[in-house]
């Protein structure tokens, strides 16, 4: 049998990881600043994380969600305490589409309304309901298409509440920060009122915080920059540190239903060992902090080089202009810049000439996502490598 082949793959097989590193099976190191996607939140097989999977998998794996589990509690308090949302209520699944599934389904049982606000080039996942809340017509197919959601441009007021005031919207998505967008940072003033349009129409907000969150930003969840407070958040992503899981976080004024919600996998022994583990490494390094430090110290560097010379020694408006790095964008640990001409040829360049890992987000945008331990010195090993190629040496 052969694999279905859907992924545009680079010809590269990592086999090993250690903190921001991963290694190929010939021992050839490469700095990952993509963290398998957003994923890796505490590095590649961190001891702690190690040892925590091994010890539970070597007691009980799994057993079902008709019994009690205290990890899932355990998790919940460590979570509540490291977010700031210890009052909500936490529903384990097992990804990201899954956790905003979950999300829209809530709030559409809550309100007894069938419609859903989402904003243009957002990315919630692949699921039936969570493409359909994805403006990216190569991705849903004629099954998930559905006038049930509504697109809103990102930082438009009025429209969202031309939109809203209708009052048939059950809720309205939005990520912290886009990310498959290319890194787009709604604006302050946008969030606050969406959070404010929301309630006054009787909508409930989720906030998808699957690739935005987990520290990534430098606060526990995007949104928290902009002083809101979401009914439900979904995370997924850094959560596990590459076990699978997602995460619905529910405001206290939802109530639970038996079997309004439930998964056969969601909240297993091993997935909340990992993710308890996530929780405890994050704490004990101070790893969203440095996200924040080290995120700005790489947003700095990546917006001087955008000012500077194209050929070594010149002035900054002198010959050959500046180099061909445009528009640096995000928070901490999120970063989006775009480039003249091809992106993907950029980041292939990265990657086999300078053993560096990047991600991509349309033709031209390179996206950072690493590990939140990523240190000042790895930037620099970034930086003077992007250097190099833009200088196309
Ligand atoms: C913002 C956002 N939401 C949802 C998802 C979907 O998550 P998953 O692939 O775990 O289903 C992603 C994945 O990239 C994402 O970035």
């Not at 082949?5 to 097989?13: C, P, R």
């Not at 959070?195 to 520290?215: N, V």
């Amino acid at each position: 049998m052969e694999l279905f082949d859907v992924y545009s793959l680079y010809d590269i097989e990592p086999v090993r990881g250690e903190g921001s590193y991963v290694f190929t099976a010939d021992g050839t190191r490469y700095l990952d600043l993509y963290g398998g996607h957003a994923v890796i939140s505490i590095g590649h097989a961190h001891p702690q994380y190690v040892s925590a999977i091994a010890e539970q998998v070597s007691k009980l794996g799994f057993y079902s969600n008709s019994v009690r589990n205290s990890l899932q509690q355990t998790l919940a308090e460590k979570l509540g305490k490291a977010s700031g949302y210890e009052d909500y209520r936490l529903f384990l699944c097992n990804s990201g589409a899954e956790a905003n599934e979950n999300a829209m389904k809530l709030a559409s049982f809550v309100t007894g309304r069938s419609r859903i606000l989402a904003f243009s080039k957002a990315f919630h996942g692949r699921t039936s309901g969570a493409v359909a809340a994805t403006d990216n017509p190569a991705i849903v197919s004629p099954f998930n298409a559905t006038d049930k959601v509504v697109f809103c441009p990102l930082d438009d007021i009025s429209e969202a509440e031309r939109l809203l005031s209708t009052g048939e919207f059950a809720a309205a998505i939005i990520e912290g920060i886009q990310g498959v967008a290319g890194i787009r940072v709604p604006s302050d003033e946008f969030m606050k009122a969406l959070r404010e349009l929301t309630k006054k129409y009787g909508t409930l907000l989720i906030a998808d915080e699957i690739q935005s969150g987990y520290g990534r930003t430098g606060k526990f969840f995007a949104h928290q920059y902009n002083g809101i407070r979401p009914d439900l958040i979904t995370c997924a992503k850094g959560i596990a540190n590459g076990f699978p899981m997602g995460a619905v976080l529910i405001s206290p004024a939802i109530e639970a239903r038996k079997g309004m919600l439930g998964t056969t996998f969601g909240g297993n022994h091993l997935a909340c060992a990992a993710a308890i583990a996530v929780l405890d490494v994050m704490e004990s390094e101070n790893l969203m902090e440095n996200a924040r430090r080290t995120g700005e110290y790489l947003l700095e560097r990546l917006s001087a080089l955008s000012r500077c010379p194209a050929v070594p020694g010149a002035g900054q408006n002198g010959q050959g202009g500046t180099l061909p790095l445009l528009d640096v964008r995000g928070r901490g640990l999120m970063i989006g810049f775009d480039v003249e001409g091809s992106g993907s040829e950029l980041r292939k360049r990265l990657l086999f000439e300078k053993k560096i890992f990047t991600g991509g987000a349309g033709a031209s945008t390179v996206r950072l996502l690493p590990a939140l331990g990523i240190t000042t010195g790895q930037a620099d090993v970034f930086i003077n490598a992007l250097t190099e190629l833009l200088r196309n040496k």
